[in-house]
Every structure is written in structure tokens, then in C-alpha cells.
């Protein structure tokens, strides 16, 4: 059986995807709680990015994954991918907190030597991805896989320090076991390393590239 404490694999320097693009809408209503849920990262929020880390929620449904961050000791995540049984399923994630803030997914006490040369405050140079499952006789449907990775190529593309992909069980071992063994790890693992990157549409390829734009002397309203 698959050990979650195990889950972990480094992103390579190349074959980093040129574009990837979500479809992420907010869960309604959770801007009113990203104060109280979420803390300014320590790091720069593009080149200090390290890390995604992978979680379950132990709950069967994005509502109650949610509830937790209004709790009086919240804990919060970046994106929950929707279990079968609900409607979003194969549709869309939920971004749930910005990218730019540190949300709460790990304990600031843990580490791993293999993630990030042992550094601790994990949530500060890391994004949490959580799939809503039940841990118990749950299995992952194909397309929460399939989600999960994409968020996590996405993350590559968008974040030039990405590093690593990790479980909360490798963090975390002595309290924490998600995403479980039912999670396919080497599958999920190949469609990261892998997969396709999306086709440039039409009129994305009619812009000319930034590198063969000339250096302009004119004064604007974006000059610093």
C-alpha cells in the first residue's frame, strides 16, 4: 500500500510549462475571511515560492472544508478541488485565498529535510492545494487527480522557484496522513511532469512577445 508520509518529488529545471490557465472561481463569500485566516508572507510572493503542498480534507464536501476558516482557529488553502458528488466536479477548483497571502495548511513548527533545505513557517514559501475526500473508503475520481495537477502545473508556469511537490504527511507525520494512500500519487505525479500545455488561443498569438518589443524613450502613465 502506498505511504503518504512518501509523497514527494522535485520539479525538474526543464520542461517547465509555458501556459496553463484555471478555471478558478472565488467560493462566494470568502473574501470576508481571508483576515483572519491568512498572513503576509515573509517571502517575496513570486520568487519565494518553494513549495505545493497537497492535502485531503477528511470532510465529504467543499462546504465544510470552507467552514474551517471561520473557525475561531482557523485554517485556510488556496484552491479545494470539489468531490464527485457535488455539481462543480469536472467543471472548476475554488480559488479560496490569494495566491499572494500565506494561507494556513501546515503547522509553523514542521519541516522535512528533503523540502526546502529543512526550513520551518512552511505556509510562508508554499501554496496548499485541498481535495475534498473523506479519507475513509473514498476513492479519488479521476478528475480530482486530473484538477490537482493542473493546479500544480499552473504553479510551475506561474512561479520561476517551484520546487517541490509534497504531501501534508510528509510535513507533518505524526499527525497527519492526507492525502492518503488512496491518492494516486505516481499517476498524479506523471500528469505534472507531463501534461500538455494549453493551446495559445488566436488572439493571445497577435500580440507581439515582450522580447522583441523595442525599449521605448516616451514617458507614460507606467513609467516608474
Known sequence: MAN?????????K?????????????????????????????????????????????????????????????????????DENEPQHGYFVWACVPEALAAWHVRNSVSHKDVNENAKKVN???LGIEVVNTQISDPFSTWQIEA????????????PNLAHVVSHARLDPDRRADPGSNFDWNK???????????????????????????NSAAQGCCSG
Open 14 to 82: 526543464k520542461g517547465r510549462p509555458s501556459e496553463v490557465i484555471l478555471n478558478e472561481p472565488w467560493y462566494p463569500g470568502i473574501q470576508k475571511y481571508w483576515s483572519s485566516c491568512t498572513t503576509k508572507r515573509s517571502v517575496d510572493p513570486i520568487l519565494g515560492i518553494k513549495a505545493v503542498v497537497i492535502h485531503a480534507t477528511a470532510g465529504s464536501s467543499s462546504e465544510g472544508a470552507i467552514s474551517v476558516m471561520k473557525q475561531p482557529e482557523p485554517a485556510s488553502f488556496h484552491w479545494l478541488v470539489p
Open 4 to 12: 503518504p508520509t512518501q509523497y514527494q518529488f522535485d520539479l525538474p
Open 148 to 159: 490537482t495537477a493542473r493546479i500544480v502545473r499552473y504553479c510551475w508556469a506561474k512561479y
Open 188 to 214: 498524479f505525479k506523471e500528469l505534472v511532469l507531463n501534461g500538455e500545455n494549453d493551446s495559445v488561443s488566436d488572439l493571445v498569438a497577435l500580440a507581439t512577445p515582450a522580447t522583441k518589443i523595442k
Open 124 to 126: 510562508h514559501w508554499s
